[in-house]
Every structure is written in C-alpha cells, then in structure tokens.
C-alpha cells in the first residue's frame, strides 16, 4: 500500500520535472519571438535592394539586349502580383495601378520595382524598331515604366493599336512557339545549336 503510494508520488514528480521541461520551452519560444532584429543599414541603393525583393520584375529585364531565355522568361514567367496584392498609391487622387487591367490587356506586365507597367512584348521583341525615333511616348511601357494611372485605360488602348506593339506580338509568340518546341527536342537531339 505504501508502496503504491510511493510510486504515485514519484509519478507526480515526474509530471512536475516534465511541466517544468514545458515551461522552459515555452520561455525559449518567447524568446525566440521577440528577438530585437537590428535593421542593418542598406549598402546597395534602393532600387538595387527592389531587384533582389523581385528578382522576376520585368524591370530587371527592361533597357537591355536580351537572350532567348530571357526573352522567355519576360513572356512566360515574369512576375504577377496576387490579387490582393496591395498597389502604392500616387499622386494627388491616390490612384493606383488596377490589377483587373492585366486581365483586360494580356501584354500588360506590372513591375513592383518601378509601381510601373511595361509591355511584355514591347520589352522583349520592339527594342529595334521602338525608341529610335526619339518620341517619349513610344518609351512608355517598353523602355520607361508608365505610371500615370490616370491615363492608364486610354494609353494602353492606343498602345496596342500601334504598329511596334502589333509586329513585336506576333514575333513573341512565334519565337515561343519554336522556343517551346525546341525545348521539347532537346530530349530527341543532341545538337540544337544549329
Ligand atoms: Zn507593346
């Protein structure tokens, strides 16, 4: 009888040793939780720092001689933003960039980096015929992120009437077709390179 006493209470004990286990976790997790992280001062400049935060922007790509698979990547897999991805406001109305616009205009690219649109297309296939008329309009969406959000409807309807636009698109999407294909006859041929 006393012996069953016994090893109830050294039971107890145990429980006791293993709740005050649990309690120092939870002390390391407080711990863990509020640790003061010191913000260390940004050596790179700010928009060096945006590049890294979005290393798919179409910004990284804009302004530059691309190769194929770059010219890919703006095409295919340059960044979108989620829907509820919150768009910094500008301007005297607050306006900002509407994210049904990239449904409603599907070359319509929205660079985090820059709160700009570019032109996916524009920026990988018009870079010949666009910008060296020296016009700075044509520069918008291809060269220069467009931000007047006020404009926005009015100026992507004409950009993609304009001829630049309607040449650069049908490049992309030929040279995404024989890029894809390629791809797929990698596994069939050895010497693609030619
Ligand atoms: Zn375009």
Redesign the pocket.
Known sequence: MSSILKFFKSDNKNTTSVSNVSIDVDSDKSSVGSPPIKRRKPEMSQSDADRNIFPNDIANFCRKQLNDIEKYEVLVHNWIPDVDFKFPTSGKRNLKFQHSWLRSFV?LVYSAAEDGAY????VSF?SNSVGKGGHQNTNL??QTAFQDWKKALEKFRE??K?K??LD??EDGQNFKLIYEKRKSDVISEIDIGR
């Open positions: 070359w032109c996916r297309y524009c018009g969406l291809v950009h993609q304009k630049y636009h650069a698109m």
